[in-house]
């Protein structure tokens, strides 16, 4: 049994891929390192926001959390228990407890069945509802906690006929209709007007507060973070690099690449405006992953030891903000 109260927590987690061709007859000895040695913990009822930039890990994390990826290496846990490898029936269970809600609304819904028959897929994927009318009882509520009221006006209706905003709260609703205890949100905005995309974020809070249900946000978005989080986790190349309270971080980041990453969200007061980091090319290739900091090759602060070893999550100050930096852990300057 873990020791934590966590409702999920993740240790030394690790998914390779195998690098170039596929199939029976393929060799390879090298791998793309999606996920390289994430510890992460999700408290009951908290809103945690994962964030990098596109092809870090943070939706390989995802997949592999809801069983759709085997994990390489390290061990999941939910609500005390190790998941990780658990038998088809065991997943299928905890696929119960843990939902996801996808980035893109137009693709995630299908076409040809009505909003009704959409939420009511997972009752029937499950086998949770005992008749119709309790069935029907379900769905409506769903809708109605992912604020499409009243429910029964839209159960009959196809996907084509919703705005973009409605067709994400189906898929929330979707989500909801089996009661899990986390939902994993993946860019859950990005799709949507910036006029609707609060109402989504908000709606995500109320569910926090009357379900008490934990949320893993996905995001490349920083500003988002601020506007939903209780804390943030950075992810660069496959590992968390800063993690802590939102405040903290967005505050006062730590590691350079939140720096930088901070750098460019436009902010109301110029006076508050941070001095723009723009980083020097691209992502290293997640097959031949730096040796020493991952992110040194491209790091505007980057010192000899950097190049040759790997810094650890390291306290910043006396709570609980952390990051994987020698400036952070006592490295000191030399360039």
Known sequence: MSETAAVLELRNLRKLFPAGRSGIWARTSEFVHALD??????????????????????????LTLMGLEKPTQGTIWFEGEDVTRQSRAGRQ????????????????????MTIGEIVAEP???????????????????????AGLKPAHIFMNRLPHELSGGQRQRVVIAAALVLEPEVLLADEPVSMLDVSIRAEILNLLAELRERRGISVLLITHDLATSAYLADRVAVMY??????????????????????????????????????????????????VHVPAGCRFHPRCPKVMERCRVEDPVLAAVGAGSHQAACWLVSGGGSDE
């Open 93 to 112: 269970r905890l696929c119960r407890q843990i939902q996801m809600v996808f980035q893109d609304p137009y693709e995630s819904l299908n076409p040809l």
């Open 37 to 62: 040695g994430v510890d992460l913990r999700l408290e009951k009822g908290e809103i945690l926001a994962l964030a990098g930039e596109s092809g870090c890990g943070k939706s390989t994390l995802a």
């Open 123 to 145: 009752l029937d994927v499950h086998r949770l509802a005992q008749n119709r009318e309790e069935r029907r009882g379900r769905v409506e509520k769903a809708l109605e906690e």
């Open 237 to 286: 190349l496959g590992r968390i690099v800063e993690l802590g309270e939102t405040q903290a971080v967005l505050e006062s980041p730590a590691h350079p690449y939140t720096q930088a990453l901070l750098s460019v969200i436009p902010v109301p007061n110029p006076r508050k405006r941070r001095e723009r980091i723009i980083l020097q090319g691209q992502p290293p290739n997640p």
